[in-house]
């Protein structure tokens, strides 16, 4: 790869981490010019910490309770992905909102997944909200965090449908699928130094192969 050096990634996590095995698997099958450095956890039994320990990837709690306030919470999360000298934060199915001070600290260098095609229904359980509006396509969305929930500048979208006999679990495993792809790629492409924020829009140099459409129910842009 042309680049020398690997990007150091920290994950938060706070389940099952089927998003962080996926980010690990490309950069382990040398897909992505980057590394998870460390997992960072606000739940002991999260999956996501014993699949870092598996991959040989430091994998930290931090408990809530152990914690005064948000921000001290927020600040041992600074800390620990501090030590390991982490460039970019990704949000893995990192089910707490961060504080300011967090944003503030890695601006524009925390990513976030969402199962639903943002602006549209953001907060906890996006597919399930998707299909009680009764939209007919739904899909993922990698942006970067900002102070909102699920707000801040979009980088990445992939679009499935959504079918009459979809249930919550049925859904969720199409938009699955495509989170698997499209984290993976938005990590690629800010490592190889290719997406530009400018207020709300996030725009990406390069060659129109990486628009193409993927096979299959989805559509990925770009
Ligand atoms: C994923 O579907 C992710 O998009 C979602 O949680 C799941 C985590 O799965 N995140 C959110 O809803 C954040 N608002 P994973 O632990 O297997 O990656």
């Not at 997992?39 to 931090?62: C, M, N, P, T």
């Not at 969402?114 to 739904?138: D, E, M």
């Amino acid at each position: 790869m042309a680049r020398s050096r690997l990007l150091r990634v920290g994950v938060l996590a706070s389940g099952r981490g089927s998003n962080l095995q996926a980010i690990i698997d490309a950069s382990e099958g040398g897909k992505l010019n980057a590394a998870v450095v460390v997992v960072v956890s606000d739940k002991a039994d999260a999956y996501a910490l014993e699949r870092a320990r598996r991959h040989g990837i430091k994998g930290v709690f931090v408990d809530p309770k152990g914690c005064a306030s948000r921000q001290a919470f927020d600040k041992a999360l600074i800390d620990a992905l501090t030590e390991h000298q982490v460039e970019l934060v990704c949000l893995a199915g990192y089910m707490r909102v961060l504080t300011a001070a967090f944003i503030n600290h890695f601006r524009h260098r925390v990513m976030n997944i969402h199962p639903a095609l943002l602006p549209s229904f953001p907060g906890l359980h996006g597919q399930r909200q998707a299909l009680k509006h009764g939209v007919k396509f739904s899909g993922c969305t990698v942006h970067f965090a900002d102070e909102g929930v699920d707000t801040g500048p979009i980088i990445i979208q992939a679009v499935v449908p959504v079918f009459d006999d979809d249930s919550e679990e049925t859904l969720a495993a199409r938009i699955l699928r495509y989170e698997h792809q499209i984290y993976p790629r938005a990590i690629q492409l800010y490592a190889e130094g290719r997406l530009h924020v400018r207020g709300r829009h996030v725009t990406c140099q390069g060659s129109e192969a990486d628009r193409a459409p993927t096979e299959g129910w989805g559509y990925i842009h770009p």
